[in-house]
């Protein structure tokens, strides 16, 4: 449980970090995506092809925290998360990510008025095996909101968005103590539960055992992650919020550490996919974090982390995050922490590159330069380079409607929040005035159609052009055309 240590507490009435620290949700999500990753610094799938579709625009959906979003093998994306009230079950579908926003939403259970139950619904995450779906959340009592155990509600139903579903089942662990945030998964023929749990010393520890059914452990549980390092104690000493990616042999479980409010951030244990899970030997924990608030990106205390793939099966991270650091009042009545997603990245080595929560509006893209194959656009807040080896914030840029003129972009670094690529003389800067100096028209790429081309709307015919390593604003003569394009990649 996420409660100060010197505290001393008689049987369940304890308190929790989430009313005391005035911070959001500390409730948690597990997924697991499988499949081969990439080795190098560019998505795990190769960049999808430009699509019709409707594009993705953070945040997808408003005020849903703890977000859980899961591709079918129907099709459909199913969406769910912690709503505001902490009152309900709720679901949503969508053909697409970027449907989901407007889609309907369905309400698929809702908590009594009194007793068991009554109390706080947190975290709510939908699975589906051995012919069922499954929904794992936290819940507590009418008379103690905070007294939170785990429960699982099915179905057989096709459709869960309109099904009607079996009454929930308690899941026991081992200790009849503040617990939340269940998930399973199956590896190597084994279902497994992970969940956060009140440990000695700690505020909350991640715990794993195998199961003999949706509800029922098989094993004694392992204990296979604690905050000990700074960056997990933040105000509190807290792990929780895994979510399960396997990739590249391993498999990796990030989960979120620290109070809920900006300290808010993810790290991430490993393990052999050969190895035995239920060894707490098995599991090595990164001794940093892995995604953490952006003061350039303008968002704070990302975090309880569900994984999926986007429409062209790439690797994307899903998460919550707020717009500005400091919420008034109690932040676990904020209602605004935001379900985000943005593509997941593999370094090298094949371990994931998260980056930086990358911000409101559409996805960023990466800028590979098409005279130069395998170098990046990137910046360093004031100017703007190439290289082969970015940094994966350091080369994303969003690009945005213009100001100057109908159908113009400005581009965006994804660190400098309000402030464009601007023109100056035949140099390029990063600044923050909006106006026709920031603006280009996008056209297609002077060497290659499938590329893009930018054209100053203040200089007609010049365009970026990348010269020496060094972005500037030239005219694109024939020997030009390559330094003038660039492939663009979410």
Same mark, same amino acid.
């Given at each position: 449980?996420?409660?100060?240590?010197?505290r001393?507490?008689?049987g369940?009435?304890q308190?929790?970090r989430r009313?005391?620290l005035?911070?959001?949700?500390?409730?948690?999500?597990?997924?697991?995506?499988?499949?081969?990753g990439?080795?190098?610094?560019?998505a795990?799938a190769?960049?999808a092809a430009?699509s019709?579709s409707a594009? @993705?625009i953070n945040?997808?959906?408003?005020?849903?925290a703890?977000?859980?979003?899961m591709?079918h093998?129907?099709?459909?994306y199913?969406?769910t998360g912690?709503v505001?009230e902490?009152?309900?079950i709720?679901l949503r579908s969508?053909?697409?990510?970027a449907?989901l926003?407007?889609?309907?939403? +369905?309400v698929?259970?809702?908590?009594?008025a009194?007793?068991?139950m009554?109390g706080?619904i947190?975290?709510?995450e939908?699975h589906h095996?051995d012919?069922k779906?499954?929904?794992?959340?936290a819940a507590?009592?009418?008379d103690?909101v905070?007294?939170?155990r785990i429960?699982?509600?099915?179905?057989?139903?096709?459709?869960?968005t309109t099904a009607v579903w079996?009454?929930?089942?308690?899941v026991?662990t081992?200790?009849?103590?503040?617990?939340?945030d269940?998930?399973?998964?199956?590896?190597?023929?084994?279902r497994? %539960?992970i969940?956060?749990q009140?440990d000695?010393?700690?505020?909350?520890?991640?715990f794993?055992?195998?199961m003999s059914?949706?509800?029922?452990l098989a094993?004694?549980?392992v204990?296979i992650a604690?905050?000990?390092l700074?960056?997990e104690?933040?105000?509190?000493k807290v792990?929780e919020?895994?979510?399960?990616i396997?990739?590249?042999?391993r498999?990796f479980v990030?989960?979120? +550490?620290?109070?809920?409010?900006?300290n808010?951030?993810?790290?991430?244990?490993?393990? #052999?996919?050969?190895a035995d899970?239920?060894n707490?030997a098995?599991?090595?924990k990164t001794?940093?974090?892995?995604?953490?608030t952006?003061?350039?990106?303008k968002?704070y205390?990302?975090g309880?982390?569900s994984?999926t793939?986007?429409?062209?099966?790439n690797d994307?991270?899903?998460?919550?995050?707020r717009?500005?650091?400091?919420?008034?009042?109690n932040p676990?009545f904020?209602p605004n922490?935001?379900?985000?997603v943005?593509?997941?990245?593999?370094?090298?080595?094949?371990?994931?590159?998260?980056?930086v929560?990358v911000?409101d509006?559409?996805?960023p893209?990466?800028?590979?330069?098409a005279a130069?194959?395998g170098?990046y656009?990137?910046?360093?807040?004031t100017t703007?380079?190439?290289?082969?080896?970015?940094t994966?914030?350091?080369s994303?840029?969003?690009?945005?409607?213009?100001?100057?003129?109908?159908n113009? @972009?400005?581009i965006?670094p994804?660190?400098t929040?309000g402030?464009?690529?601007?023109i100056?003389?035949?140099?390029?800067a990063i600044a923050s005035?909006?106006?026709?100096?920031?603006?280009?028209?996008r056209?297609?790429g002077l060497s290659d159609?499938?590329g893009a081309?930018f054209?100053s709307? #203040?200089?007609?015919g010049?365009? %970026?052009v990348?010269r020496?390593g060094i972005?500037t %604003?030239?005219k694109?003569?024939?020997?030009?055309r390559a330094?003038?394009?660039?492939l663009?990649?979410?």
């Open positions: 449980m996420n409660v100060p240590l010197n001393q507490f008689s369940d009435r308190f929790s009313l005391f005035g911070s959001g949700t500390a409730a948690a999500a597990i997924a697991i995506v499988t499949g081969t990439a080795g190098t610094l560019v795990a190769a960049a430009r019709d594009p @993705v945040p997808i959906v408003p005020q849903r703890d977000p859980w979003l591709k093998t129907d099709g459909k199913y969406f912690s505001p902490y009152d309900r709720i969508s053909s697409t990510i449907g926003g407007s889609s309907a939403e +369905a698929v259970w809702t908590r009594p009194t007793g068991t009554g706080y947190w975290a709510p939908l095996f012919g779906w499954h929904i794992y959340f507590g009592d009418s103690d905070f007294r939170v429960y699982v509600i099915s179905t057989a139903a096709a459709d869960p079996e009454p929930p089942v308690r026991y081992h200790a009849d103590t503040f617990s939340l269940a998930t399973t998964f199956e590896h190597a023929g084994t497994y %539960l969940w956060a009140s000695t010393g700690v505020n909350s520890s991640l794993i055992a195998s059914s949706p509800s029922t094993s004694a549980p204990r604690v905050p000990t700074e960056w104690t933040r105000g509190y792990n919020g895994a979510a399960v396997r990739r590249n042999g498999i990030t989960f979120s +550490a620290s109070a809920t409010d900006a808010y951030c993810m790290g991430l244990l490993t393990a #052999d996919e050969n899970l239920l707490a098995s599991w090595t001794p940093t974090p892995v995604f953490v952006s003061e350039g990106s968002q205390g990302p309880h982390n994984f793939v986007d429409e062209a099966g994307v991270l899903v998460y919550h995050a717009s500005y650091r400091n919420p008034i009042g676990l904020d922490r935001h379900a985000r943005q593509r997941l990245y593999w370094k090298a080595d094949g371990i994931p590159d998260f980056g929560p911000g509006g559409e996805l893209v990466r800028m590979q330069s130069a194959p170098s656009l990137v910046h360093d807040g703007v380079t190439a290289s082969s080896a970015p994966l914030a350091a994303q840029f969003r690009l945005a409607p213009g100001y100057a003129k109908k113009s @972009v400005v965006e994804i660190l929040k402030r464009y690529l601007r100056q003389g035949s140099t390029v005035t909006e106006g026709s100096s920031s603006a280009f028209i056209r297609a159609p499938a081309s054209e709307v #203040d200089l007609p010049s365009y %970026l990348l020496q972005l %604003l030239a694109a003569g024939k020997s030009d330094a003038a394009t660039f663009l990649s979410s």
